[in-house]
């Protein structure tokens, strides 16, 4: 294998690439990224087993080939090569990296070894615009679980048909998106892992458009020379029918920077509290909201004007989860719904109404 590239170019192509690169591995070629180059490019192609990302390089192919280079190492060398260009060949050290006058080598394993990835999926599929995808993205992944007690968590329900809806939750809140459908092959639901939609995102270029291929519990993208492969959960995802109130005791609509803002600062004196507890005091009456907390370094109590409905309530709930919820929201005026002190809540944008979000109050607290 030999070639010749730009270095910059190198270097963006390889930190797409290394996202996909494994971290705690007992597989090394599994922290590799596999360099393949014909006539048409130069290809590389990352994967840790769930995530596989494929990044097509101009370059002046001198031998094609193929060899494998530990991604992390790659990435950081290349980073330091961007105003070079640079000539990378095989030999017995492993892969002979020149720039300038020097020469340096690297070692290489066997491509032989590397996992074969479907790259031809898309029996079904699905057509948005990139604005909307990239929309209903950024108001759901946040709400998906990071740990591994139950893997489905850390993806996200997408229910496809006429419209898609998104649905996140981490077992503490719950996040629902709903965005329009240029087109699809068929109706069906996915669980997309949270980490491949949010590389799909960074991935898209300039184009109106996306589609989303599937295929025997895969996923497939593709965006100018750039494909992203994953693998979906096949797991039980709950039934938000089931869990998403339909009728509500109190109604609060308030303004939304104006929460965000007494929410805030009334967090600020929760460092340190791993609960970041705030409470919300909803007067009818009065037509008020109360933001306010309480901890070891003092107290806070602001009051807010309210459109209220219904009966009066105090609930106490995860400033964090309320704050992510609201900075989600885009309207001017947001929408709370409560049915009790200890029942899940809901937040929605008073006019639109196709985005919500559901949060677990705390019990008990002051």
Do not use: H, W
Not at 1 to 9: E, I, N, Y
Not at 21 to 42: D, K, N, Q, S
């Amino acid at each position: 294998m030999k070639f010749v590239c730009d270095g910059l170019t190198l270097y963006e192509a390889v930190m797409k690439v290394s996202k996909a690169c494994a971290v705690r591995t007992t597989a090394p070629i599994l922290e590799c990224i596999r360099v393949t180059a014909t006539m048409e490019g130069v290809a590389l192609l990352a994967t840790d087993g769930e995530l596989s990302i494929r990044k097509i390089v101009k370059a002046d192919v001198l031998e094609e080939g193929e060899v494998c280079v530990q991604g992390k190492l790659f990435a950081d060398f290349s980073a330091k090569l961007t105003g070079e260009e640079i000539a990378f060949s095989t030999c017995e050290k492993g892969l002979e990296i020149k720039y300038r006058n020097s020469v340096s080598y690297m070692q290489a394993l066997s491509a032989e070894d590397f996992p074969a990835i479907n790259l031809e999926i898309g029996e079904n599929s699905i057509v948005l615009r990139q604005s909307d995808f990239r929309k209903i993205i950024a108001e759901t992944t946040f709400c998906c679980a990071q740990d591994d007690s139950r893997p489905v968590l850390k993806g996200c329900l997408m229910e496809i048909s006429d419209r898609l809806d998104v649905i996140a939750l981490d077992g503490y809140r719950l996040a629902l998106s709903s965005t329009e459908v240029l087109s699809k092959s068929e109706a069906c639901s996915i669980i997309c892992p949270a980490r491949t939609l949010t590389e799909i995102v960074r991935m898209l270029g300039d184009e109106e458009e996306i589609t989303l291929y599937t295929q025997g519990g895969m996923l497939l993208v593709r965006s100018d020379d750039t494909t992203i492969v994953s693998r979906l959960y096949r797991d039980e995802f709950i039934n938000r029918n089931n869990v998403i109130p339909t009728r509500f005791t109190t109604e609060a609509i308030a303004d939304r920077e104006e929460l965000i803002a007494s929410v805030e600062r009334a967090n600020i004196l929760n460092r340190g509290d791993k609960n970041n507890l705030v409470t919300l005091a909803v007067d009818i009456e009065g037509e008020t909201v109360k933001i306010s907390s309480v901890s070891d370094y003092g107290n806070v109590a602001e009051t807010i004007k309210g459109d209220n409905t219904g009966i009066d309530l105090t609930i106490s709930m995860n400033a964090k989860f309320l704050l992510d919820a609201l900075r989600a929201l885009g309207e001017e005026k947001v929408v709370l719904r409560f049915n009790g002190p200890i029942s899940p809540f809901v937040l929605q944008n008073l006019e639109r109404k196709e985005n919500l979000y559901l949060i677990l109050p705390v019990r008990n607290a002051a």
